[in-house]
């Protein structure tokens, strides 16, 4: 097609044309030559510019041209393109005269289905969950604080280097392994998988970051492959997926142990920061202080009571003494206070007979002295009686009173009286009282057979 120079000089006395001249002319003759067209594609590569203008690529299998939708344009839809939604646009056929590029001026864009590869990503999505794959009951917990953690990306990706940032700035504690792999063009999504499987084999870390930048359906097509999400849900090791931007979603994302909106958000998610496990670790230390100093109080009060019990070795002596001698002086108070009843009657019985002595009024004085003096001698007689029997009494409660007779009180090392040598074992540790004074002893020999003394040699 010629160019259409009308209205100006002649070619031969036309001098050269300027680069903006040639484009401004070109663009004329487009504007000229095409009418309003429809054209069918996919949407690629869409930018949402601040200034509110659209700007992406219609494509199809062969070829593809770049386009514009001029804000005052787009805000008539009443729905927003995606990467890879099919759509009828009705367009000019221009040229961005800055940049000397063909392209399409888009005056209304409507659905024309959901694009090749949109539908291929919902069909295996589909099938992937009816097998269970996505299920949360599969997915593998993370670590709570990973020493070593892998990262599958390429080692171009702006990703790899916001990763390491993150993880140099929030986990210091934690080594990081790259093991590097294409993320995007043809073959990607096998070596992804390959690359995942040796992670899985080689086991070296304890979690899994796989992440790439953002892009449009098309650059990231390799994570939704269907031998990608097999080999995530294959691995031995916890995964997490940071594909993208938050608005970007692959089959990846669904088949990982964690999602993650970005790659940095991946690295936050995976590993906790250092400041935070310093302070619950400072925490947990006061605490288990806390608890500590508690069960040592509880000891030492619990060890005080013990040593209250058991006071000296001979506590068990100074006890069984005081309760002798308890006995003993209510035994002896007993004794002396029915002395001083029985010596009151005496004395009261005494009056009576002087009283008779000096008035006698019927009888003999002497048949009544003399009964009186009798019952007197008898009653006298019976309290020096039971006088005795309580002194006797008494003697016998005594302990002392049978140490006294040539006896001995065997005593073991933990206060008891020992009254059976079958209690006793060679080397053991008595105390023996006598009826003045102790002796510590220790048992060298044991006699075989009956050790009692049943009076027959």
């Not at 009180?409 to 105390?431: E, N, P, Q």
């Amino acid at each position: 097609m010629a160019l259409d120079f009308r209205g100006t000089e002649p070619a031969a006395t036309r001098g050269p044309l300027t680069v903006s001249a040639l484009n401004r002319a070109v663009a004329g003759v487009l504007e000229r030559s095409f009418a309003l067209v429809r054209v069918r594609g996919e949407v690629a590569n869409l930018t949402r510019a601040a200034s509110g203008h659209w700007y992406f690529v219609l494509k199809d299998d062969q070829a593809q041209v770049r386009c514009v939708m001029f804000r005052g344009r787009n805000q008539l839809l009443n729905w927003a393109p995606r990467d890879g939604d099919e759509v009828e646009v009705s367009a000019v056929v221009s040229l961005y005269e800055a940049r000397g590029e063909f392209q399409l001026g888009i005056e209304s864009m409507q659905r024309a289905g959901q694009g090749r590869l949109f539908e291929e990503f919902l069909r295996l999505k589909a099938k992937l969950a009816a097998e269970g794959l996505f299920d949360t009951d599969a997915k593998r917990p993370l670590p709570g604080v990973p020493r070593r953690i892998g990262v599958v990306t390429s080692l171009q990706a702006a990703a790899l280097r916001d990763v390491l940032t993150c993880l140099a700035r929030r986990a210091p504690y934690a080594s990081v392994v790259v093991y590097p792999v294409p993320v995007q063009g043809a073959g990607a999504g096998q070596r992804i998988a390959a690359m995942l499987a040796t992670v899985s084999e080689r086991a070296e870390v304890d979690a899994v970051l796989l992440v790439r930048g953002g892009g449009s359906l098309e650059d990231l097509w390799a994570f939704n492959e269907e031998s990608v999400a097999r080999a995530i849900r294959a691995s031995r090791l916890p995964i997490v997926v940071g594909v993208g931007h938050e608005s970007d979603i692959t089959i990846a994302d669904f088949a990982a142990d964690l999602r993650a909106p970005t790659p940095t958000a991946a690295a936050e998610l995976v590993a906790p920061e250092r400041d935070a496990l310093l302070g619950e670790t400072t925490s947990r230390l006061r605490h288990l202080r806390r608890c500590l100093s508690h069960l040592l109080q509880q000891a030492s009060q619990r060890l005080d009571y013990a040593q209250r019990a058991l006071a000296t070795p001979r506590a068990p002596l100074a006890s069984l003494d005081a309760r002798a001698g308890a006995l003993y002086a209510r035994v002896h108070g007993a004794v002396l206070q029915s002395l001083a009843g029985r010596r009151l009657a005496l004395g009261r019985q005494r009056e009576v007979l002087l009283r008779l002595r000096l008035t006698s009024r019927r009888g003999a004085p002497g048949e009544s002295i003399a009964r009186l003096a009798t019952q007197v001698a008898r009653r006298r007689h019976a309290a020096a009686t039971r006088l005795a029997v309580l002194e006797g009494r008494l003697e016998a409660l005594d302990p002392l009173a049978v140490l006294k007779r040539g006896y001995a009180m065997a005593v073991a090392s933990d206060g008891k009286v020992v009254t059976d040598a079958a209690r006793l074992a060679v080397g053991d540790s008595l105390r023996l009282r006598f009826a003045r004074g102790a002796a510590d002893v220790r048992v060298q020999a044991l006699p075989t057979g009956d050790s009692t003394n049943d009076g027959k040699g």
